[in-house]
Structure formats: structure tokens, C-alpha cells
T-cell receptor, first 114, second 115 residues
Framework: DQQVKQNSPSLSVQEGRISILNCDYT??????FLWYKKYPAEGPTFLIS?????DKNEDGRFTVFLNKSAKHLSLHIVPSQPGDSAVYFC?????????????FGAGTRLTVKP | NAGVTQTPKFRILKIGQSMTLQCTQD?????MYWYRQDPGMGLKLIYY???????DKGEVPNGYNVSRSTTEDFPLRLELAAPSQTSVYFC??????????????FGPGTRLTVL
């Protein structure tokens, strides 16, 4: 039972344009959301997070938007760079935000073309 | 700091064989985790530990065992390998157990194939 879904396995974007990665969840108890980035032969690394009290969180070129009523979040990368090419995982956790309760999506492979 | 290291990087096992996946962290983190990632699926938690001597089951613990005798090491044991255990295994650690309080750091993974 996939409680966190990333329905697009892959996304290809031109350098300099916006990348939008989407994530949907089914468990209304999820209250804290994270994005991880993974390069080949490496482990995932934390990218950005958002809690349910916000609808937007920004960190440089990366912005995460949360729509709780739709159970949907998205990661925007602007402008996209070739070094952003990686697999991006969405993750969600219910209160009290224990890591051991976190659920992960299957990932979206982003390719940024020069 | 080396961060989280895992050995081996790759392994092929025959059905019924056993093996131990090694995980070591040098960040003095209390919490350590083992995940598996199957093709087309998200990471699933196998076991976790909140400190030396304390371990607990995650979402998919069957067929695995863990121990945590030191803060640094958290080995994962497969006793009777089955094809369903073919997966990529990631070890992770964090200073606290709370998302948003401290980041999880992941190792590079071990790709295991059971034939």
C-alpha cells in the first residue's frame, strides 16, 4: 500500500527552465514532508522539507509547495541545472515526526539537458 | 568524516545462504536505520535502533535480524536468503529520531541479488 506516490517515474527538462516534481499522499495523518535527492551509486541526501503549518518553503533554487486539502506537494527547481539531474524522493511523516514512521515515494528521475 | 559507510557494495547470494551487511557511521549519531528499496518502490524501513543495545522493527522486518553493540555499527543479518530479498539496501543515521530535528544521512547502498 503506497501511501506516498510519485506518479511520474521520469522528467526531462531543458537547462534554465523550471522543473516541477509532484508527489501525492493518501494518509491524512502525514504532517511533515521532505524531499531527498539521490545521485547514482550514492545514498539519498536531504534537500528541503515543509511542515503542514506552511504551504510553501523556499531554499535557493528549490521551493516546495504543499496543498493539504489535495494531499499534494510539489518541488520546483528554478532555474534547472545539469547538476540537478538525479532521482528525487518525496517522503512524509505523521506527528510526532519520528523517522521510523516516515514513508517514501518511489522517486522521479530528473534529467536536465544542457 | 566518512559519514555512513556500507559494505559490500554488491553481492550475489544463492537461496538459503546467509550474509551480513555492514554499516558504520562516524558522526556519533544515536539513531540508525536499515531500509530496502525494491524496483519502482519507495524506501521501506526494515529495522532501526535508538542507541547501542536497543533495536526495533520497522515496516518490513521479516527475514532479517539486527544488532547494535556499539554506537558506530549497525549490521543487518540475512539468515536464509530468498529471491524476495533481492533489493538495494540503505543504511542511515541521525542524531535524533525526529524528522525536521536532525537530518538522516544515508550510506551509498548495497545491491543484493538472491538467485
Amino acid at each position: 500500500d503506497q501511501q506516498v506516490k510519485q506518479n511520474s517515474p521520469s522528467l526531462s527538462v531543458q537547462e534554465g527552465r523550471i522543473s516541477i516534481l509532484n508527489c501525492d499522499y493518501t494518509n491524512s495523518m502525514f504532517d511533515y514532508f521532505l524531499w531527498y535527492k539521490k545521485y547514482p551509486a550514492e545514498g539519498p541526501t536531504f534537500l528541503i522539507s515543509i511542515s503542514s503549518i506552511k504551504d510553501k518553503n523556499e531554499d535557493g533554487r528549490f521551493t516546495v509547495f504543499l496543498n493539504k486539502s489535495a494531499k499534494h506537494l510539489s518541488l520546483h527547481i528554478v532555474p534547472s541545472q545539469p547538476g540537478d539531474s538525479a532521482v528525487y524522493f518525496c517522503a512524509a511523516s505523521p506527528l510526532p515526526y519520528n523517522n521510523n514512521d516516515m514513508r517514501f515515494g518511489a522517486g522521479t528521475r530528473l534529467t536536465v539537458k544542457p | 568524516n566518512a559519514g555512513v559507510t556500507q559494505t559490500p557494495k554488491f553481492r550475489i547470494l544463492k537461496i538459503g545462504q546467509s550474509m551480513t551487511l555492514q554499516c558504520t557511521q562516524d558522526m556519533n549519531h544515536n539513531y540508525m536505520y536499515w531500509y530496502r528499496q525494491d524496483p519502482g518502490m519507495g524506501l521501506k524501513l526494515i529495522y532501526y535502533s535508538v542507541g547501542a543495545g536497543i533495536t526495533d522493527k520497522g515496516e518490513v522486518p521479516n527475514g532479517y535480524n539486527v544488532s547494535r553493540s556499539t554506537t558506530e555499527d549497525f549490521p543487518l543479518r540475512l539468515e536464509l536468503a530468498a529471491p524476495s530479498q533481492t533489493s538495494v539496501y540503505f543504511c542511515a543515521s541521525s542524531y535524533t529520531g525526529l524528522a525536521g530535528d536532525s537530518e538522516q544521512f544515508f550510506g551509498p547502498g548495497t545491491r543484493l541479488t538472491v538467485l
